[in-house]
């Protein structure tokens, strides 16, 4: 796994150091905090911090569509005709809604590895068995925001009228074919709102993965705020860099919620 990420980290290093809104050529930290403990390069901690925003942010982004498709078929398993599926749903919702996020991080991280260790002892292997902390954090924080996700597109379920099933099946359509061509736009326009609260939470939740020893924003806030006694500098730093992240949720969330209510009026 640690290969996998490194070798993904080798293609990409080279694009994001020539884009890099923080410590590319036309960063921020080079135009602006050159002089200051930011500074890109040898003399400051710029490109730690830079580091540590776009893991924070690839976290995220790569939590999001495991997160939204496993809490898409949670929701469609409470709605199911099958006792077991709605049980297991309610299950597997109320377990992940009600553990701490961090907790949820230490079974995953640690007891996960400790129980593939042992089933591979099992088989005769005895090497150490690791999992990477992004690919841990991502597992982690994907099983919370799905058990969360689940519940707001339920309600967005409720929300649609049934005849839109029943007039989806009257005109020749499969199940499949309804729920691709009319409930899901619907579906999605009705749950933006709630998905947007989510992502947020995600957003913020991300910091947790610093304790597995991920080198996300928190993590290389510490580091540098513990080596350099500059801890209010730095905190206050990964403040805007949250913010930053949170502000331009927002501006995208608010596009698309604007292309669908224009796609609602045309329809």
């Known amino acids: 796994m640690d290969a996998l990420f490194g070798a993904i980290w080798a293609l990409l290093h080279p694009v994001l150091a020539t884009v890099d809104p923080l410590c590319g050529p036309v960063g921020v930290f080079n135009l602006f905090l050159s002089k200051s403990l930011l500074a890109c390069g040898a003399t400051g901690w710029g490109d730690e911090i830079a580091f540590g925003f776009y893991v924070t942010a690839s976290l995220s982004v790569c939590t999001l569509p495991f997160g939204l498709l496993l809490g898409f078929f949670l929701a469609l398993a409470k709605q199911s005709q099958e006792p077991y599926l709605r049980r297991a749903a309610d299950i597997y919702i109320t377990l992940f809604r009600g553990l701490p996020e961090l907790l949820t991080l230490f079974i995953i991280y640690y007891g996960l590895q400790q129980a593939l260790q042992s089933a591979l002892a099992g088989m005769g292997y005895e090497g150490p068995v690791e999992i990477n902390a992004f690919a841990a954090g991502m597992m982690a924080l994907s099983v919370v925001f799905s058990s969360y996700c689940a519940e707001v597109l ?14 989806g099946y009257a005109v020749g359509l499969s199940r499949g074919k309804t729920m691709r061509l009319v409930v899901l736009p619907q579906l999605i326009r009705i749950a933006l709102p709630g998905l947007g609260n989510l992502w947020m939470t995600l957003l913020k939740d991300t910091a947790l993965v610093s304790i597995v020893g991920l080198s996300d924003i928190m993590r290389q806030t510490q580091i540098a705020a513990r080596v350099s006694k500059q801890a209010f500098f730095f905190y206050g730093n990964a403040c805007i860099l949250y913010l930053f992240l ?17 796609a609602e009026v045309r329809t």
């Open 154 to 167: 339920q309600s967005a379920f409720k929300a649609i009228p049934r005849g839109q099933y029943e007039g």
């Open 246 to 262: 949170a502000i331009l949720s927002s501006i995208v969330f608010s596009w698309i919620e604007r292309k669908a209510k224009q």
